[in-house]
Nanobody, 120 residues
């Protein structure tokens, strides 16, 4: 089992920055990827960014020049640095991990999310 706790969400003005954190506890050794998603009210969750255990990163096209995903293995924490925030970035940001329990068994876990509101 893996438990995820997101933090760092806040109210910020357009053009501002935030750093979100996703702290994992439990069986973290098997985590092979961590994703950030976001969800606006009444809409489906959208994938935002991904980082693998090898450090490979991927981004949704409209955030790739503004957001940076990184990780601190010693703290079992993944970060999402968000710069030049826009009103359309307003959403609940959720952390999602894939963990390999065995060579043939993979589990996925979601955190509860942290709210980001971009408004003047």
């Amino acid at each position: 089992q893996v438990q995820l706790v997101e933090s760092g969400g806040a109210l910020v003005q357009p053009g501002g920055s935030l750093r979100l954190s996703c702290a994992a506890t439990g069986d973290v050794a098997g985590i092979f990827e961590t994703n950030w998603y976001r969800q606006r009210p009444g809409q489906a969750r959208d994938w935002v960014a991904r980082i693998t255990s090898d450090g490979e990163t991927n981004y949704r096209s409209h955030v790739k020049d503004r957001f940076t995903i990184s990780r601190d293995n010693a703290k079992a924490t993944v970060y999402l640095q968000m710069n030049s925030l826009k009103s359309e970035d307003t959403a609940l940001y959720l952390c999602h991990v894939g963990s390999r329990r065995s060579p043939t068994a993979i589990d996925y876990y979601w955190g509860q999310g942290t709210q980001v509101t971009v408004s003047s």
